[in-house]
Nanobody, 126 residues
Framework: QVQLVESGGGSVQAGGSLRLSCAAS??????IGWFRQAPVKEREGVASICPTTGILAYGDFVKGRFTISRDNAKNTVYLQMNGLNTEDTAMYYCAAHRFRYYCSTGLRNIADFRTWGQGTQVTVSS
C-alpha cells in the first residue's frame, strides 16, 4: 500500500511561486494527482502524471502556470506553481490512482484516486 506525504505549502504574495512535494513510500508506478480544495468549494484536480510514460494532465485553470514532475529515484512528485493568485488559495493534496501501472489523465474522476496525503496549505495574499 502506497503512502503519501505532502510538503512545501506556505504563504506567498500574488505573483509568487511555491513548489509542493509529494513523497511516496511503498509501491510506486501509480498515476499521482494533485488536487486542491478551498473552503466551501468542491475538490478539483490540478495536475496528474502517469507512471512510466510520464503523460501529464492539467486543470483548465492552470493555464501554463503550474508544472508537475516526478523524480523516480526519490519516489517523489513535485508541483511547481508560478504566477500564484488569490484564487489558488486552498489545501493541496496529492493522491495515488487506485490501479498500479495505470495511466489516468481524468482529473475529474477524483473517486479513482484512493490513497491521499494529509494535505498542505497554500495561501496567496494580494
Amino acid at each position: 500500500q502506497v503512502q503519501l506525504v505532502e510538503s512545501g505549502g506556505g504563504s506567498v504574495q500574488a505573483g509568487g511561486s511555491l513548489r509542493l512535494s509529494c513523497a511516496a513510500s511503498g509501491p510506486s508506478e501509480y498515476t499521482i494527482g494533485w488536487f486542491r480544495q478551498a473552503p466551501v468549494k468542491e475538490r478539483e484536480g490540478v495536475a496528474s502524471i502517469c507512471p512510466t510514460t510520464g503523460i501529464l494532465a492539467y486543470g483548465d485553470f492552470v493555464k501554463g502556470r503550474f508544472t508537475i514532475s516526478r523524480d523516480n529515484a526519490k519516489n517523489t512528485v513535485y508541483l511547481q506553481m508560478n504566477g500564484l493568485n488569490t484564487e489558488d488559495t486552498a489545501m493541496y493534496y496529492c493522491a495515488a490512482h487506485r490501479f498500479r501501472y495505470y495511466c489516468s489523465t481524468g482529473l475529474r474522476n477524483i473517486a479513482d484516486f484512493r490513497t491521499w496525503g494529509q494535505g498542505t496549505q497554500v495561501t496567496v495574499s494580494s
